[in-house]
């Protein structure tokens, strides 16, 4: 069957007039977890799901638009996004049983479809609890810990696209890889929901291995600074922690950013960091790594902005 047979494309119906939230030269360091970074030349906040569909269907085909939900991957340069960004969190918000699936859309904390799965009896997502961002983030870079990857447990997605359709796909749609995700086709289109398929279980088994999951990331991790989570992903049969520690770089500052000391591939504000700062540490590490061990680390963060004095080293 034609790959083009197998989505159901619906009407967003949007409303005459946007109902949301236009803000110009948005500070991004409010939005991101990094606390720091330049401006978005447009920033929106909808109302609903419809209001954002009828908003994207207002920006140019050649506008950059970017979803952010909580910014856990993403860092703006200090010269600022010169696009359009529309915030999910706490709007795209609903997270509900629908037959054998859990329905949750993009602005969900993924900790909280962790919850919400062993509380109405459902395993398979306790995973979710140590991925810091949103369902829309997890879904666009496939993100996953501890032994758990979000798309082995989606049946379905809803998007939007340019024209602010609304689009059901499922996951035969898209290339699917580690901390990858794309469409097959190519389109442009952004997720606002899923479904997962999750097996019954234990509500008390399943709050057992969260908490246990959540004192290992508590341990490991340097939750107490700003930062994006890991930095780079894994490469095969590695672990970029090791290799970036490797080389030395554990605990080394520049300006108001660290590369942390209690996680190689976890990069800090210290305070006042700027994205230079961040990115400036980012760029060491990959070519400090690809030098010493001839090994391409991949970064998992996002960087949106023109490049100023850094950048591009770790393409």
């Known amino acids: 069957m034609d790959m083009s047979e197998q989505f159901t494309t619906q009407s967003s119906r949007p409303p005459t007039a946007l109902r949301g939230e236009l803000r110009l030269d948005e500070p991004m360091a ?13 920033a929106y906040v909808p109302a609903d799901l419809d209001d954002l569909c009828a908003f994207v269907a207002t920006t140019p085909v050649a506008e950059p638009l970017v979803l952010v939900g909580l910014g856990s991957n993403l860092l703006v340069r200090d010269t600022g996004f010169e696009g359009t960004v529309i915030f999910t969190h706490g709007v795209l918000k609903a997270i509900r049983l629908e037959g054998r699936t859990i329905y949750a859309e993009a602005g969900v904390p993924s900790p909280k479809l962790a919850r919400f799965a062993a509380n109405h009896s459902h395993s398979g997502a306790e995973f979710m609890a140590g991925i810091p961002g949103t369902i829309g983030g997890a879904l666009a870079m496939n993100a996953g810990c501890y032994g758990g990857e979000t798309w082995q447990i989606v049946e379905s997605v809803t998007t939007v696209d340019r024209q602010g359709r609304l689009r059901e796909r499922t996951p035969a749609h898209y290339k699917i890889a580690y901390r990858q995700v794309g469409l097959l086709d190519g389109s442009e289109e952004w997720f606002l929901a899923a479904r997962f398929s999750l097996p019954r279980g234990n509500t008390e088994k399943s709050r057992a ?14 939750l107490g600074q700003p930062n994006a989570g890991s930095v780079f992903r894994n490469p095969p049969g590695d672990h970029a922690a090791r290799l970036i520690e490797a080389c030395g770089l554990k605990g080394h500052v520049n300006g108001g950013a660290m590369i942390s000391d209690k996680h190689a591939n976890f990069i800090v504000n210290r305070g006042q960091a700027t994205a230079a700062d961040i990115e400036t540490l980012i760029e060491l590490a990959a070519r400090t790594v690809r030098e010493k061990f001839s090994i391409v680390l991949e970064p998992e963060v996002r960087i949106l902005g023109a490049a100023a004095s850094v950048g591009g080293a770790y393409d």
């Open 30 to 42: 409010r939005h991101v977890s990094w606390r720091a970074g330049g401006t978005a030349r447009r």
């Open 209 to 222: 291995v969260i908490r246990r999951l959540l004192e290992q990331r508590i341990a490991a991790q340097p």
